[in-house]
C-alpha cells in the first residue's frame, strides 16, 4: 500500500517523518534500510515516527536510523520533527515538550518554522551513563587505538553516546576512516557517534561527524550539543558556541550543569509516496 512520507532537511541531515496518526507501525528492519536506502529507496538520514502519544510529554517521537536500528535522541531529528508538528498546525509559537527514548526535551519554533529551539537537556561525562566499558568515571582525554595509532579522546552522552576526538586538523577522509571504527570499538557496548572537533577560537567550533547507524552526515544537533559540552568541559570554549560543520552552523548554549540549548534551523522539501514494491 502506497504510504506518504515527508522529508526534511536540518543543514543536510535529512530525515523523512512518517506521521503515526495514519501508519501506527514502522515496520521491519529491512524495510527501514530499504526506504532510507540512496539509490533503492526514498533516500534518508533516518525515519521519524510521530507525533505519538505519552503521559509525559505533549508529543512522543521514535527516531530510526538508516541500518534499521533506534536512536535515542537527535538535535537534528527533533528540529525536523517540531517543524512537522508547526507546519500540521499541532503546535504554534508556545513552548512544548516531546518524549523520546533519551529523554523528555522542551522546544519551541520561531520564525515560521526556520529557527527553532530545542533545549536538549544536560550533558553526562559519566562512563555509566554513556556507556564505556571499565570502572565508573568521568570519561575525559583517555587514548584509544584505532589503525594502530592511538588518539585522545572524551566520552559523552546526551541521551545518546558521543566519542569526541580533538585533533588540530580534521577532515571528511579522517571522520571516513576513524569513525566505521569508533563507532563498533569495544569500548563502548551500545556503540557510539564520533565526532572531530577542531577549536577555532573561545566562541567557534568546527566538527566532522560519523553517526550512528548512519555514518557520515553534513550536519547533527546531539553532536554538536555533545561536542560543544566535551570542548567547555575541556575549558577550550565560552559558554556560547557556534559549531561548523559541512551543512552549516548551529548556536549551542551551555549552562549550569552542562544543560544544552540548540538553535538551528530547518527547510521542508516535500512529500514523497512509498510504493513499496519489492526489487
Known sequence: MPTTFYKYHAL???????????????GEVEQIKLICHR???????????????????????????????????SGNGLRIFCRYLFDEGLVKNDPFTIWTLGGIVNCQVFEGGQRIVVEMGAVSFNSSDIPVIGPEREVINESIELLGKHYTYCAATIGNP???????????????????????HDNFP???NVQLLKVLDRNNIQIEIW??????????????????AVAYKLRLVDEDITVHMPGGLLEIQISEG??????GPTTRVGQMIWDGEET
Open 162 to 184: 558521543h566519542a569526541v576526538f580533538p585533533m588540530e586538523t580534521i577532515s571528511r577522509e579522517l571522520a571516513c576512516s576513524l569513525g566505521p571504527l569508533g563507532e563498533v
Open 211 to 228: 553517526e550512528r547507524g548512519a555514518g557520515y552526515t553534513l550536519a547533527s544537533g546531539s553532536s554538536s550539543s555533545a561536542v560543544a
Open 39 to 73: 539509490n533503492f529507496g526514498l533516500g534518508s538520514d533516518g525515519i521519524l515516527h510521530g507525533p505519538l502519544k505519552s503521559d509525559c510529554a505533549d508529543f512522543g517521537l521514535r527516531i530510526y536510523n538508516p541500518d534499521g536500528s533506534e536512536a535515542e535522541k
Open 12 to 26: 543536510g541531515n535529512d530525515y523523512l517523518v512518517l506521521d503515526s496518526r495514519v501508519v501506527t507501525s514502522i
Open 190 to 192: 551500545n556503540r557510539t
Open 258 to 263: 552542562f544543560q544544552v540549548r540548540m538553535v
